[in-house]
């Protein structure tokens, strides 16, 4: 089975352009220097997987034509992950049904206390709002029989899910990557990673800590996402080692 990756948004919690700046990024005219919050899509054979689903999943949904949505795995609840969730109701709509939505349990609570309402438990019957069957996220899930194992990395103080999708890794808004994360990630076609920028961040990974983990991996091919607007696409692509690359938004990947 062949898996379709589709980048929805690498961009930091404020996207790029930033409100209000002037810089060589913000003001570009690349469109890769045109980032939405990090969110992705995968297709398992016709089985919609969501990765996170920031404020601007509406219109990632309309620019890269997202089909389908019958799971989304949330890797932590700040609001740039997640304040997108009242739109999957129109994906409720059209596949006629509840979407499973998989979070660590004190991550559901705090889902609950925003979007309590779109708990198929509290739905009662109303199809105008989502319909979200939470769920706690387990070590191994199955989706249309590509394993899935998860794995909690350090985000600064906070924890942040990240997972093994079959011949995947994706792993973003992590500021520590353990031995035992490099075991269970060894060998991966593909690893996707967050890199916020150059200098050091007590949150995230700067760029040359992502090269780093990618080495250690020894991933085929690695794919940096959540920038920020220090980043301007063209200039650091060029400077990446030969089999690692910033991902851009609309970028698919087949694996």
């Known amino acids: 089975m062949t898996i379709e990756l589709t980048f929805l948004g690498t961009g ?20 890769k220097d045109k980032r939405m919050r990090t969110s992705a899509w995968l297709d398992l054979d016709g089985f919609g997987l ?3 689903a920031g404020p601007d999943l509406r219109m990632q949904c309309l620019d890269f034509k997202v089909p389908r949505v019958d799971a989304i795995l949330i890797t932590h609840t700040h609001a740039d992950h997640i304040l997108g969730l009242d739109e999957v109701r129109l994906f409720n709509q059209m596949q006629k049904g509840p979407i499973d939505l998989y979070a660590h349990k004190d991550e559901l609570a705090h889902i609950d206390t925003i979007f309590g309402y779109s708990s198929e438990a509290n739905n009662n019957g109303n199809r105008d709002i989502p319909r979200l069957v939470f769920k ?9 029989g590509i394993d899935v194992t998860t794995m909690v990395f350090s985000h600064g103080h906070g924890k942040v899910h990240g997972y093994r999708i079959g011949p995947i890794g994706y792993c973003t808004d ?5 031995d035992a994360h490099i075991e269970k990630l060894s060998g991966v076609e593909v690893l996707v990673i967050s890199a916020l920028r ?20 020894k991933a085929k091919k690695t794919y940096l996402i959540h920038m920020n607007h220090e980043i301007k696409h063209a200039p650091e692509n060029n400077q990446l080692p030969p089999n690692i690359s910033l991902a851009y938004d609309g970028l698919k990947i087949t694996v």
């Open 198 to 217: 150059h200098k050091p961040h007590p949150k995230h990974f700067t760029i040359s800590q992502a090269i780093e983990v990618s080495l250690r991996i």
């Open 50 to 52: 969501l990765i996170d």
């Open 12 to 31: 930091t919690s404020t996207g790029i352009p930033m409100i209000g700046c002037q810089c060589d990024v913000c003001t570009s005219n690349d469109s």
């Open 136 to 144: 706690e996220t387990p070590s191994l899930l199955q989706f249309n």
């Open 174 to 178: 992590v500021s520590e990557v353990s």
